[in-house]
T-cell receptor, first 107, second 114 residues
Framework: GIQVEQSPPDLILQEGANSTLRCNFS?????LQWFHQNPWGQLINLFY???GTKQNGRLSATTVATERYSLLYISSSQTTDSGVYFC?????????FGEGTQLTVNP | DAGVIQSPRHEVTEMGQEVTLRCKPI?????LFWYRQTMMRGLELLIY????????DSGMPEDRFSAKMPNASFSTLKIQPSEPRDSAVYFC????????????FGDGTRLSIL
């Protein structure tokens, strides 16, 4: 089946720092999405990005489908960015999630 | 606009009881998904509906689990009888059509089976 690997598994930052999260996938991507699960458990869709680059405020994402990876950039991190970041990709009729990157932003 | 609405937010019940989780998708979305999240297995797709019809239920763990979507604005996930290993957070999500559209998640139901 499709493998989705995320790195790093854990990341601790000071407020204001920048970070890059990576998602590698094992097969051709039909649909790549990034989600943020906040400390209250809510899953928020950040980006739908099967290819190319998108930006939303301090967050941006780039997917290079031919090389089977996607990157999520967080600039000027804030404590509210803490939580788990998941990437997920579609193969067939299934959305497969990675194991996530646990991000902690300290004040 | 209202997002995906799930109820209840928390459910604690004893083993053997029937549990019903409810979901209202975003208006206009044709696809609805039920997921389960546990520490051990992460996020797993249980079942996927398109236009109220179940398309893929291969993720439903066993016959104790059933899901229905009687109309475009309501779905239920039922567990009967419940067991402690069913304890998890159950999410409902919806999208315009299928997997090749952004999925939007409800806040989840945290289920504890004692």
């Amino acid at each position: 089946g499709i493998q989705v690997e995320q790195s790093p598994p854990d990341l601790i930052l000071q407020e204001g720092a920048n970070s890059t999260l990576r998602c590698n996938f094992s097969d051709s991507v039909n649909n790549l999405q990034w989600f943020h699960q906040n400390p209250w458990g809510q899953l928020i869709n950040l980006f739908y990005i099967p290819s190319g680059t998108k930006q939303n405020g301090r967050l941006s994402a780039t997917t290079v489908a031919t090389e089977r990876y996607s990157l999520l950039y967080i600039s000027s991190s804030q404590t509210t960015d803490s939580g788990v970041y998941f990437c997920a990709e579609t193969s067939g009729s299934r959305l497969t999630f990675g194991e996530g990157t646990q991000l902690t932003v300290n004040p | 606009d209202a997002g995906v609405i799930q109820s209840p937010r928390h459910e604690v019940t004893e083993m053997g009881q029937e549990v019903t989780l409810r979901c209202k998708p975003i208006s206009g979305h044709n696809s609805l998904f039920w997921y389960r999240q546990t520490m051990m297995r992460g996020l797993e797709l249980l079942i996927y509906f398109n236009n109220n019809v179940p398309i893929d239920d291969s993720g439903m763990p066993e016959d104790r689990f059933s899901a229905k979507m009687p109309n475009a604005s309501f779905s239920t996930l039922k567990i009967q009888p419940s067991e402690p290993r069913d304890s998890a957070v159950y999410f409902c999500a919806s999208s315009y059509t299928g997997f090749n559209q952004p999925q939007h998640f409800g806040d989840g139901t945290r289920l504890s089976i004692l």
